[in-house]
T-cell receptor
Framework: DSGVTQTPKHLITATGQRVTLRCSPR?????VYWYQQSLDQGLQFLIQ???????AKGNILERFSAQQFPDLHSELNLSSLELGDSALYFC???????????????FGPGTRLTVL | AQKVTQAQTEISVVEKEDVTLDCVYE???????LFWYKQPPSGELVFLIR??????QNEISGRYSWNFQKSTSSFNFTITASQVVDSAVYFC?????????????FGAGTILRVKS
């Protein structure tokens, strides 16, 4: 158990809908990363938050957004869903953003999103 | 840009055989970190090893061993006396520094099937 929790575990929805994925980082970890694992693109970085602020963006669609709340949990919002958004979405956390503490990312169990 | 190549898409072995999973990476950084993750059929990402660029010593952990060679930019993973429980997708990853933190750049993964 990594200490990172993600809910829900599975999510099935229809095209055009909006969903929210939730992530709680390990206790004390300030940085949260979101990754998407799809058949087409493999595992790729989406976005990073550190202590409530967005710090980096990867290959994240404009229909997707995220935020990190004062209690450090993070939510990934996916809107106007398309079939191609079906994927496994992982959240990872680290304590710091510099040095060795930033190198070990602890992954949650993932949320499997199916868009029908 | 950083890149990780896992040329073996799928490998099938019979139990007790040794198997090596290849990983080749590209980076311009002199300091970097390499990782291996295991993704069993249940879907979670299981951390196996982290290695920094200054430590070229090979590492052994039980039936697992890793061979890091900077000269060939490779970080190969060997499972000795494979078992059915080793069946999974294995990902090699490279840590890419960002302004705040590090993102992981993953290879495409190698599917390992161990047959009894």
């Amino acid at each position: 158990d990594s200490g990172v929790t993600q809910t829900p575990k599975h999510l099935i929805t229809a095209t055009g809908q909006r969903v929210t994925l939730r992530c709680s980082p390990r206790s004390g970890d300030l940085s949260v990363y979101w990754y998407q694992q799809s058949l087409d693109q493999g595992l790729q970085f989406l976005i990073q938050y550190y202590n409530g602020e967005e710090r980096a963006k990867g290959n994240i669609l404009e229909r997707f957004s995220a935020q990190q709340f004062p209690d450090l949990h993070s939510e990934l919002n996916l809107s106007s869903l398309e079939l191609g958004d079906s994927a496994l979405y992982f959240c990872a956390s680290t304590h710091g953003v510099f040095g060795i503490s930033s190198q070990q990312q602890f992954f949650g169990p993932g949320t499997r999103l199916t868009v029908l | 840009a950083q890149k990780v190549t896992q040329a073996q898409t799928e490998i099938s072995v019979v139990e007790k055989e040794d198997v090596t999973l290849d990983c080749v990476y590209e980076t311009r950084d002199t300091t970097y970190y390499l990782f291996w993750y295991k993704q069993p059929p249940s879907g979670e990402l299981v951390f196996l090893i982290r290695r920094n660029s200054f430590d070229e010593q090979n590492e052994i952990s039980g039936r697992y061993s890793w061979n890091f060679q900077k000269s060939t930019s490779s970080f190969n993973f060997t499972i000795t006396a494979s078992q059915v429980v080793d069946s999974a997708v294995y990902f090699c990853a490279l840590s890419e520094p960002m302004e705040y933190g590090n993102k992981l750049v993953f290879g495409a993964g190698t599917i390992l099937r161990v047959k009894s």
